[in-house]
């Protein structure tokens, strides 16, 4: 088995792991914190959970259901628009196919059925590229920006139990990358810079 292949396995396995749906579930850490009303910077101690549809923040994930602008067309979710990123300039065709899924989810699942096409770099630039789609998402968003940045200083954790890399996976230990580059994307907000 080549090294290419042996990193197609584990980079399909975890992304099997990713495909379940943003649905209801106890979170695996603590309660959510406070509803956006209640944020205060006042404890920053307390973080901020977010993965479910039902539950406060989940805005910041890039499955909800705010549409993005990006070199000229409409992305339904910045979801979509991160999992055309990884064909942009491999295969733009299958980019567009992605960018017109009517789901989150069914452009998450394209995207990983067609794995071989994606930039080699992809595993280097991913976490730039997530950081790049939330930039876009939350400046054409102006709701979206003074929510995350009425988070003050707490830290923001995506509570997803089937992923250990964007989020904290099942046992709270995951490298939580969604919630690292948001609190990036907030530090810049608060400091009134962009990128």
């Known amino acids: 088995m080549s090294l290419f292949q042996s990193i197609t396995i584990i980079i399909s396995a975890a992304t099997d792991a990713a495909t379940t749906s943003h649905t209801t579930r106890t979170p695996c ?3 959510n914190g406070p509803p956006p009303s209640q944020s205060t910077d006042d404890d920053p101690g307390q973080p901020i959970y977010f993965y479910d549809s039902d539950k406060p923040y989940y805005e910041f994930t890039s499955f909800s259901d705010h549409p993005v602008e990006y070199h000229g067309r409409s992305y339904r979710t910045a979801e979509h628009l991160f999992q055309a990123l990884k064909f942009m ?42 950081e790049k789609v939330l930039e876009v998402k939350f400046k054409q968003h102006r709701h979206l920006r003074n929510l995350l940045r009425s988070t003050g200083s707490r830290e923001l954790i995506e509570d997803s139990p089937i992923d250990w ?6 046992d709270g230990h995951g490298r939580n990358e969604l919630g690292k580059a948001l609190i990036r994307l907030r530090e810049r907000l608060q400091a009134g810079r962009r990128h």
């Open 165 to 170: 890399f964007w989020g904290i996976g099942s």
């Open 89 to 130: 300039n491999t295969n733009p065709a299958l980019a567009e196919r992605i960018r017109m899924l009517p789901t989150a989810r069914m452009a998450q699942q394209e995207a990983k059925k067609q794995i071989r096409h994606q930039r080699v770099d992809w595993l280097e630039v991913n976490v730039a590229m997530m």
């Open 29 to 31: 850490g603590p309660t």
